[in-house]
């Protein structure tokens, strides 16, 4: 069974960087898409950004030059980077895994439980 279980989030204020990191067990990690997506309340999941098994990217236009993806197949791990975070990027984060690239949740074929990232204005 794969299990995604991310790490990293917390409270920043508006301009810092935040760091979280997703470990994934169970699967053949080097063969998924990585990904994240995010969820603020009320609203609903939306994609952030996913990198493939090749390493090509893709970003939300709303992250795009803030945020950076990157992975460690070795350690079995995909990497989210937050730098020049804004209030509205507060929502919980999820971590998704899929056998091909991905943009909406309905695609994804794995979940992890979420973090939360609270950015103060």
């Known amino acids: 069974q794969v299990q995604l279980v991310e790490s990293g989030g917390g409270l920043v204020q508006a301009g810092d960087s935040l760091s979280l990191a997703c470990a994934v067990s169970?699967?053949?990690?080097?063969?998924?898409?990585m990904g994240w997506f995010r969820q603020a309340p009320g609203k609903e999941r939306e994609f952030v950004t996913a990198?493939?098994?090749?390493?090509?990217?893709y970003f939300a236009d709303s992250v795009k030059g803030r945020f950076t993806i990157s992975r460690d197949n070795a350690k079995n791990t995909v990497y989210l980077q937050m730098n020049s975070l804004r209030p509205e990027d507060t929502a919980l984060y999820y971590c998704?895994?899929?056998?091909?690239?991905?943009?909406?949740?309905?695609?994804?074929?794995?979940w992890g439980q979420g973090t939360q990232v609270t950015v103060s204005s």
């Open positions: 998704a895994a899929g056998r091909r690239i991905f943009f909406a949740p309905s695609e994804c074929d794995y």
């Open positions: 169970g699967g053949t990690f080097s063969s998924y898409v």
């Open positions: 990198i493939t098994w090749r390493g090509t990217t």
